[in-house]
């Protein structure tokens, strides 16, 4: 389908990867007014009822808060209302795991940019681990990581993923690394707007709280799971149904309860910092243990070889030659 019936479609996704600083980059990119991002940026509405990881959530399903999937009329809704900005883009993470997803993705808008953020996978696994703990609960961070994680490796990885995307999409994609976002926001996001083709814009620094992880006791993680847990299931779907299922009838007092929402500011790093003062920031991994060696050779086999394979193509922005 093209021409008319057809303007509305996002032309811009940010479909991976998950922990690796995807909130900043969407929250960059929103700054500019030649890009429009939808709300909630992760509609995963191109990929219902795929089967996801067993380490991440399970089953996609409607309502669920890590990942709240909008109806088609939702989306479709959501982009007409701005279909007359360059740039309608949006974030489903979840995008990245069906195998299949890239000839659909193609199909569904052929000439859409894509942007990737990767990060150093071993911290990126730590990230995960305590980002997923609420639909996990494994205290253990060494068993999540062999008995959940390892199985699937292969849908934490990077490279083969990033190559099945450049196989349709060719120099309509590039790669951010997180290192970069953080560390020149303003440089990096030049690039990305260059990229683009858009006006570059001054930006105001974010923070993706990818650094940011709590150490707690396994009680303290099951209290907390337990509470996660019943957030996720009885209050925020009636919040998210209010602010996000139809946008156009949402107040902004409503969305601000939605942003500053507990689950929401847990997923972010953000969560009790001052009401529990035995949970603090740590900068390595958990004190449960070291990730497992064969697991750890493979992650940083997988970043060396997606760094070279960008850098071979020429999809690295703001690379700097940094290893």
């Known amino acids: ?43 995963n509405t191109l990929v219902e009822g795929e089967r996801m990881p067993r380490w991440g959530p399970r089953q996609v399903r409607l309502m669920r808060p890590y990942y709240p999937i909008l109806d088609f009329k939702a989306y479709k809704r959501q982009f007409e209302r701005h279909r007359d900005v360059r740039y309608r883009a949006e974030g489903s993470q979840n995008y990245i795991f069906p195998p299949r997803f890239p000839a659909k993705l ?32 494994e205290p253990d961070f060494i068993r999540w990581a062999s008995e959940r994680l390892e199985p699937e490796v292969d849908k934490f990885l990077f490279r083969r993923k990033l190559a099945s995307f450049h196989a349709l999409f060719g120099d309509a994609m590039r790669v951010i690394r997180n290192e970069a976002l953080e560390r020149s926001p303003q440089p990096t996001m030049d690039e990305v707007f260059e990229f683009l083709g858009v006006a570059k814009v001054k930006v105001d620094r974010v923070s993706s709280k990818v ?50 929402h507990p689950l929401r500011r847990m997923m972010r790093g953000e969560s009790e ?51």
């Open 1 to 43: 389908m093209t021409g008319a019936a057809s303007d509305w479609k996002p032309n811009l996704f940010v479909p991976g990867f998950p922990k690796c600083g995807t909130t900043a980059l969407c929250d960059y990119l929103k700054q500019n007014p030649e890009v429009y991002v939808m709300s909630p940026k992760e509609p």
């Open 106 to 137: 193609k199909s569904f808008s052929p000439d859409a940019k894509l942007l990737f953020m990767i990060r150093e996978q071993k911290s990126r696994l730590v990230s995960m681990y305590y980002f997923l703990y609420t639909e996990h609960g």
């Open 211 to 260: 650094g940011e992880l709590k150490s707690l006791s396994p009680t303290q993680r099951a209290a907390r799971s337990k509470r996660a847990r019943f957030v996720r299931d009885v209050r925020l779907p009636a919040t998210y149904l209010w602010n996000v299922a139809d946008p156009g009838r949402s107040s902004p007092a409503l969305n601000r309860l939605f942003q500053l």
């Open 273 to 323: 910092q001052r009401s529990n003062p035995v949970a603090r920031r740590v900068d390595g991994l958990p004190e449960e243990g070291k990730i497992p060696p064969g697991l750890a050779e493979k992650l940083d086999e997988d970043y060396a070889e997606t760094v070279g394979f960008c850098r071979d193509r020429h999809l690295l922005l703001a690379d700097g030659g940094r290893d």
